[in-house]
């Protein structure tokens, strides 16, 4: 059995600029290597996206703790939505850090296999659900922060209307051809656009697969 010293990540990840020491403390907690495909394991620890089939990939790790930074600089933060759980990384590194995590993906075997690593892992905080993430999960809105881990060019607005007061959504905005992660707060029922930095994701789609 190989070792993974995710601590290793988490300060390679503070040396990148990455602030938040629990962000930190979650990433040298999760054992990214269970998100992945077997055969990629051996890249784990690299600060780089990786493919988990269906065309889809496990975020880079610096983005993931730099969008995880952003949406708790909103406060006390509790229930998050996010959209898009693909491998389930990202989900994992919420779970650690909030009350409730509400995850959305619109292919069924990525949804599927997420739903199983959460419950080896005994990530019992996580709700995991197969739909299409543009309309939210209005049900269990408001959210006290929403994170998109994938681009669109206009931010779909049932995700802006499911914002909490205060509360921030983290969404890369762009194309192809370039994006910018950006965070927009709900601030006395106004959204406020901040940008953090370009970013490169998969697209994000309409309906489910
Ligand atoms: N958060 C993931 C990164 C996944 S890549 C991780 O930590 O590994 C982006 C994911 O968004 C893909 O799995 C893709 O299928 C999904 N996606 C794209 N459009 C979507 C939509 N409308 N609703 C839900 N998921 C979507």
Do not use: C
């Amino acid at each position: 059995m190989r070792d993974f010293d995710y601590q290793q990540l988490a300060n390679a990840l503070r040396q990148k600029g990455i602030k938040n020491e629990q962000v930190l403390e979650a990433i040298a907690v999760t054992p990214r290597h269970r998100f992945m495909p077997e055969s990629l394991w051996e890249y784990a620890l690299a600060d780089s996206a990786l493919p988990i089939g269906e065309d889809q990939t496990i975020s880079q790790p610096y983005v993931v703790a730099r969008m995880t930074e952003a949406l708790l600089e909103a406060g006390s933060v509790s229930k998050v939505l996010e959209i898009g759980t693909g491998s389930g990384y990202q989900a994992a590194i919420l779970s650690k850090m909030v009350d409730h995590v509400y995850t959305i993906e619109r292919i069924s075997s990525l949804h599927e296999k997420a739903k199983q690593i959460f419950a080896t892992l005994q990530l019992h905080n996580i709700e995991a659900r197969y739909g299409d993430g543009q309309l939210g999960w209005p049900e269990q809105a408001p959210f006290d922060g929403i994170i998109v881990t994938a681009a669109i060019d206009a931010v779909p607005p049932p995700l802006l209307e499911q914002l909490g007061e205060n509360a921030n959504l983290v969404i890369p905005v762009g194309d192809v051809r370039g994006q910018t992660l950006q965070v927009i707060t709900r601030q006395a029922g106004e959204w406020v656009t901040r940008h953090i930095e370009p970013v490169r994701f998969v697209p994000l789609k309409k309906g489910t697969r």
